[in-house]
Structures are given as C-alpha cells and as structure tokens.
Nanobody
Framework: QVQLVESGGGLVQPGGSLRLSCEAS????????MSWYRQALGKERELVAT????????NYADSVKGRFTISRDNAKNTVYLQMNSLKPEDTAVYYC?????????WGQGTQVTVSS
C-alpha cells in the first residue's frame, strides 16, 4: 500500500521557520522524483520545489527561492522541506508528491499557517 505521510506543519509567526517531512512507503522511493506543492484557500495548487530521484540539483518556485530548501534521505524514504523567513503568503496546505514517468502519488497534506 502506497503511503506518503506529511508532518511538521503548524502555526508560525512571520519570519519564523518550519521543517516539513514526508515519509514514503509502499514503493521504491529512490526511483521517484519528489516534490512539494501547496494550495492556499481559494487558489490552485502550485509547485513549490522538486528534487530528482538521486538528489542533487533542485528546482524552486520563484516565490520561495532563497528561503526554502528541499532535501531527501533515500535511506529513510523521506523528503524534507526546510522553510525559513516565512511570510503570511506562504500560508497553505503543503502536499508531498512522488513522480516516476506517468506514476504519481500524493500525500494528504499538512497545514502551514504564517500569522502573528
């Protein structure tokens, strides 16, 4: 059974930091590119960051470049999103995504709220 379980969301003040984790099971994690998406209330889901299957060079949305860092640990079947200098506009549900060719899996999401 495929599972992607996100954790680490919560309420944080502007300028603060959070680290999201996504633990995968039920598929060969090391073969899949991993991404984080987010969806704010009333808006479309958007891609935040992607890291290739073997790690290495990641890609980021312009809105999070220099503030967010995606990483993965293939030994732990886990992908992370370190979020620094958080802004109110980062408030959203954050989703973990695994993709290999035409196969894609999604997590249930974790809420991140940036507010004073």
């Amino acid at each position: 059974q495929v599972q992607l379980v996100e954790s680490g969301g919560g309420l944080v003040q502007p300028g603060g930091s959070l680290r999201l984790s996504c633990e995968a099971s039920g598929f060969t994690f090391s073969r899949f590119a991993m991404s984080w998406y987010r969806q704010a209330l009333g808006k479309e889901r958007e891609l935040v960051a992607t890291i290739p299957s073997a790690g290495g060079s990641a890609n980021y949305a312009d809105s999070v470049k220099g503030r967010f860092t995606i990483s993965r640990d293939n030994a732990k079947n886990t992908v992370y999103l370190q979020m620094n200098s958080l802004k109110p506009e980062d408030t959203a549900v954050y989703y973990c995504n695994a993709k290999f060719v035409v196969i894609a899996y999604w997590g249930q999401g974790t809420q991140v709220t940036v507010s004073s």
